[in-house]
T-cell receptor, first 110, second 112 residues
Framework: TQLLEQSPQFLSIQEGENLTVYCNSSSVFSSLQWYRQEPGEGPVLLVTVVTGGEVKKLKRLTFQFGDARKDSSLHITAAQPGDTGLYLCAGAGWGNQFYFGTGTSLTVIP | DAGVIQSPRHEVTEMGQEVTLRCKPISGHNSLFWYRQTMMRGLELLIYFNNNVPIDDSGMPEDRFSAKMPNASFSTLKIQPSEPRDSAVYFC??????????FGPGTRLTVT
């Protein structure tokens, strides 16, 4: 079983649509990161959220950390083909523990 | 900054051969991670170093895998002997502290 479950696993949408990706766990994390990975490359860090309930915005991307620090969401407004990629959440526990989520593969169709 | 550097980018080898993957972390970072990524299992942490010392190697699949970090600017992941099920993309990542990791481009390993 995976510690961090992401949903949906696959998502294919038209350019201009909005979408939300979820990252859920039964465990509490000290912080949570979101990464995006493009084909043939390594994951690239997008954001870190630390405080329960925290909301961060990165252009058209909005990240939220759950109040209980067990879950997070990524919302993309007006998706563009350049948003295509694998989105990974990652949680840091206390005591040098780090876990990646199962991943959400997003395809934005022009 | 050049980012995390990995070599080789692609490796094709026959079953039973020794494979060595190399990583140069970002200068100044004190943590280094080795990951393996496959379609079936996603991104798996193999081993984690802090200040060149292995901290957690619980993700290393078996004794055929070994990793070293002789100094702050170099690490290796060795598989001996290699098996077809080791075929995957292997990533090295570094960070200052523990979270917010910066990944290299990966090494695509194919064992035939």
């Amino acid at each position: 079983t995976q510690l961090l479950e992401q949903s949906p696993q696959f998502l294919s949408i038209q350019e201009g649509e909005n979408l939300t990706v979820y990252c859920n766990s039964s465990s509490v994390f000290s912080s949570l990161q979101w990464y995006r990975q493009e084909p043939g490359e390594g994951p690239v860090l997008l954001v870190t959220v630390v405080t329960g309930g925290e909301v961060k915005k990165l252009k058209r991307l909005t990240f939220q950390f759950g109040d209980a620090r067990k879950d997070s969401s990524l919302h993309i407004t007006a998706a563009q083909p350049g948003d295509t990629g694998l989105y990974l959440c990652a949680g840091a526990g206390w005591g040098n523990q780090f876990y990646f989520g199962t991943g959400t593969s997003l395809t934005v169709i022009p | 900054d050049a980012g995390v550097i990995q070599s080789p980018r692609h490796e094709v080898t026959e079953m039973g051969q020794e494979v060595t993957l190399r990583c140069k972390p970002i200068s100044g970072h004190n943590s280094l991670f080795w990951y393996r990524q496959t379609m079936m299992r996603g991104l798996e942490l193999l081993i984690y170093f802090n200040n060149n010392v292995p901290i957690d190697d619980s993700g290393m699949p078996e004794d055929r895998f070994s990793a070293k970090m002789p100094n702050a600017s170099f690490s290796t992941l060795k598989i001996q002997p290699s098996e077809p099920r080791d075929s995957a993309v292997y990533f090295c990542a570094s960070s200052l502290g523990f979270i917010e990791q910066y990944f290299g481009p990966g090494t695509r390993l194919t064992v035939t």
